[in-house]
């Protein structure tokens, strides 16, 4: 089991940008597909991206496309998400998470998930 812990959160003004990091322990990293989920006060927790254990693969929420990208760095043990041009409703606590396959994270089936990082976008 993975342990991971995300960071790179904070306040932005809209059409802003920030970069999250989700540090994993253990030697496996490289074996796990990667996802970003975000859960914003009142809702449920919704899934953002995901990329598979080679990084070949990736995929997107509706409401993130052209704006998020996903990557990852197998040799720091390391997942990122680069999000651009955010928008006050993409203010939520982000969470990464591990799973074997995209499939399972776009499903929100996950083996291990972090603390989260709080995204606040402002107007």
């Known amino acids: 089991q993975v342990q991971l812990v995300e960071s790179g959160g904070g306040l932005v003004q809209a059409g802003g940008s920030l970069r999250l990091s989700c540090a994993a322990s253990?030697?496996?990293?490289?074996?796990?597909?990667m996802g970003w989920f975000r859960q914003a006060p009142r809702k449920e927790r919704d899934f953002v991206a995901a990329?598979?254990?080679?990084?070949?693969?990736?995929a997107y929420a509706d409401s993130v496309k052209g704006r998020f990208t996903i990557s990852r760095d197998n040799a720091k043990n390391t997942a990122y998400m680069q999000m651009n041009s955010l928008k006050p409703e993409d203010t939520a606590v982000y969470y990464c998470?591990?799973?074997?396959?995209?499939?399972?994270?776009?499903?929100?089936?996950?083996?291990?998930w972090g603390q989260g990082t709080q995204v606040t976008v402002s107007s």
């Open positions: 998470a591990a799973a074997l396959t995209v499939s399972q994270l776009r499903r929100n089936e996950y083996e291990s």
């Open positions: 253990g030697r496996t990293f490289s074996n796990y597909g």
């Open positions: 990329i598979s254990s080679s990084g070949l693969i990736t």
